[in-house]
């Protein structure tokens, strides 16, 4: 029954039902969960004594003397005097004649409106008005007034009116499917209830309790979805891998080799990898580590033991620059243990490429670098072992489960993205989790500064004097959101100043994204050999490359970009021995963009950045909602560290009780339906 479309149930044209379609509301239920985006509180009357001009008083009295006269200009004008018990107010109305029908005199109505001072007397101009009736019955005024998401041609107001029959006919139709036990613990009140009172509360408290229950319900939703999943994954998925096992003196002859000690957060999570790969169904995990971290040498010894295992490793990377790097590292790590390690990307001749396919097919590849031509139709394996993705958040769903699909292979995520553990458990808890948490010895913080326009200058020939010290330095301009071109076009422009005017016996590198591949490189290749100073970018920069000899970030525009993005911008410098810099110049200075900028000069830590951008801007923002699954929540917050526990325990509760949900018949319905809503990319 609450499936039932609106247009066989509401009064209205064809025209509200298509712009309500476009709000995602079709059906009865679609508009009873169409919840308030927020309320206005109007249970608190004002007095007439106490009326203030060009502020919306409510004001709860009786009208009397009312009549409409025609003005000279010709217009209607209705207008009352309005009573309440500490005084009187002119009330006007324009153009709106039938009122001196409609307004009951000496009957308690309110009004809501704003008091204008004109012609020498206050008057209160156009409220709006509504009859007091019972108390719970009012819609519009005098009481805490739901506004929603509105619509060229839907108002709040028509929204409220339209809802408030329909919630009191189909409310009793809502079932509760949330178990007592679950319900009685956390002290929430029953859907039906939360629903009706989240629409039209009757209290300040009781409000409170239906917008708790509504969000503890989507988190708790969400992470219902995920723990089954990883029960099903850890239950009914075999691991095709056998008898793998721990290869500790290839690992230890390979540890002793590097040029330095791990870190003891790179041992910890080395180990949970290597314990997750034994075990008989695949691994799925995400390692996170701040940029610089050491999350590469990580991987390169997870895979070096799955290939002396004899199973092959799959390594993918965002960027042909990235995935290179990579497999320098790969090699030059790896290069005593005879392994065979292969390139795979872009750039990749075709005839290279069908060689690499070849062997990857035979199995006579090992080892197997690249980006996303890894996952292209053609590709296979022999026996794929481990699967790791790198900076997988940006990689969209589809394509990081493509690689799942050769042969369930044991999966690694890695993210250098930090997302703060809450959220991480919530949206990726099918993952377990791994935290690099410490940064290797000897790295210096990046001194950080916000660089005020009349410093400019200053900043600038500074930068020159390093880079006379044997430095390097990159510059990247302002996100432009709207168009790429629109992006290149002013990198350019700026790349052209700046080479003219201000750094003009130094050499400087362009780099956008509208750059072939093998220009892009050949840009990062001679930066990389010094033979560019500095490196003018777009934001393309951002991902993991290494250039130890850069030791200055200027960022133009820095209010443009979400903290994470500048931490990751932070983190291109200070990787080798010299003290680093970060600048950033604000092209707006408005007290709110300057605080956000201040955490970067104040935090180093990209964890803690993290939590300050979701706190702020939300993780549809910070993390792109379509992108990387992010759910798009309504009532709950990702950042609501507490509920999102209290939620997770329970579902977890459950989960452990009944797996499969064969109790909880109504849970899993739930979650079923939910499934579009959350996942839909
Ligand atoms: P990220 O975690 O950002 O991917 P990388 O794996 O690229 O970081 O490592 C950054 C740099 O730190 C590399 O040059 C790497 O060789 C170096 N590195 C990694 N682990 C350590 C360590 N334990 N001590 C010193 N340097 C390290
Ligand atoms: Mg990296």
Not at 25 to 51: A, Q, S
Not at 157 to 179: A, C, G, N, Q
Not at 185 to 208: C, G, M, R, W
Not at 366 to 389: P, R, S
């Amino acid at each position: 029954m609450l499936n039932r479309s609106l247009a066989n149930v509401l009064r209205t044209t064809s025209e509200h039902l298509s712009k309500l379609e476009s709000l995602g509301v079709t059906k009865v239920k679609d508009f009873l969960l169409y919840f308030p985006r927020t309320y206005n509180d109007n249970t608190e009357f004002t007095k007439i004594m106490d009326i203030r001009t060009d502020e919306v008083n409510v004001i709860k009295g009786k009208l009397s003397n009312l009549f409409t006269i025609r003005t000279r200009t010709g217009k209607k004008l209705t207008r009352g005097i309005f009573n309440d018990e500490t005084g009187s107010i002119e009330v006007i109305w324009f153009n709106q004649p039938h009122l001196t029908r409609m307004l009951p005199r000496q009957k308690e109505i309110i009004l809501t409106g704003k008091a204008k001072f004109s012609g020498g007397k206050v008057s209160l101009q156009s409220p709006s008005y509504e009859v007091v009736r019972q108390y719970e019955e009012q819609v519009h005024t005098g009481r805490i007034v739901p506004v929603y998401h509105e619509t060229e041609g839907i108002s709040s107001k028509w929204i409220r009116e339209k809802l408030k029959p329909l919630v009191d006919e189909w409310i009793e139709l809502f079932e509760e499917y949330m178990p007592d036990e679950v319900l009685k613990e956390h002290d929430l009140v029953d859907y039906k209830t939360a629903i009706k009172n989240v629409h039209f509360p009757e209290s300040d408290e009781i409000l409170k309790k239906a917008r708790k229950r509504l969000a503890f319900d989507e988190l708790f939703l969400l992470q219902l979805k995920v723990i089954q999943k990883k029960w099903y994954w850890q239950k009914s998925t075999q691991a095709k891998t056998k008898n793998i096992e721990i290869k500790t003196d290839v690992i230890k002859e390979c540890i002793k080799k590097l040029d330095f000690d791990l870190t003891n957060a790179q041992k910890r999570v080395l180990k949970e990898i290597l314990n997750d790969v034994k075990k008989s169904f695949p691994m799925s995990r995400l390692l996170q580590g701040d940029v610089g971290s050491g999350k590469t040498i990580v991987a390169a010894i997870a895979a070096l033991n799955i290939a002396k295992n004899g199973y092959q490793v799959a390594i993918m990377a965002p960027t042909e620059i990235l995935a290179k790097q990579h497999y320098a590292t790969f090699v030059k790590t790896l290069s005593s243990f005879c392994l065979n390690i292969q390139f795979i990307a872009g750039s990749t001749t075709s005839k290279q490429k069908e060689e690499v396919v070849r062997q990857m097919k035979s199995g006579t590849v090992d080892i197997v670098i690249g980006t996303h031509a890894l996952i292209q139709e053609k590709i296979g394996f022999k026996n794929l072992g481990l699967a790791i993705i790198d900076e997988q958040h940006r990689f969209g769903v589809k394509q990081r489960e493509t690689l799942k699909n050769y042969g369930t292979p044991h999966l690694l995520n890695m993210t250098a993205t930090p997302i703060p553990r809450t959220l991480a458990i919530t949206i990726y808890g099918d993952q377990d989790l791994s935290i690099i948490d410490e940064m290797p010895k000897g790295r210096q913080e990046i001194l950080t500064r916000i660089v005020p326009e009349n410093k400019r200058t200053e900043a600038y020939r500074w930068v020159e004097d390093q880079i006379q010290k044997g430095r390097q330095a990159f510059i990247i301009c302002p996100l432009i959101d709207e168009s790429d071109i629109l992006e290149v076009k002013a990198v350019q422009t700026e790349f052209l100043h700046l080479k003219e005017h201000i750094f003009p016996k130094l050499n400087l590198g362009l780099l956008h994204g509208k750059l072939k591949q093998d220009e892009k490189d050949k840009i990062m290749e001679d930066f990389k050999d010094n033979k560019i100073n500095v490196l003018v970018s777009t934001s393309v920069i951002e991902v993991g490359i290494d250039i130890p000899n850069a030791t200055i970030m200027m960022i133009e525009g820095a209010q443009r970009f979400g903290l994470s993005q500048l931490h990751q911008f932070r983190g291109r410098v200070g990787r080798g021995g010299f003290k680093s810099f970060c600048f950033l110049f604000p092209s707006e200075t408005s007290e709110e963009a300057l605080k956000r900028l201040k955490s970067m000069e104040k935090f180093s830590c990209g964890f803690k950045l993290a939590e300050i951008d979701l706190e702020l801007r939300g993780p549809g923002e910070v993390y792109g909602v379509r992108q990387s699954g992010i759910p798009d929540l309504k009532m709950a917050s990702l950042t609501d560290t507490k509920t999102i526990e209290k939620a997770r325990n329970s579902a977890i509760e459950i989960i452990r009780k009944d797996p499969l949900l064969k109790e909880h018949e109504k849970l899993a319905e739930k979650i079923a339906i939910n499934e579009e809503v959350y996942f839909n990319d």
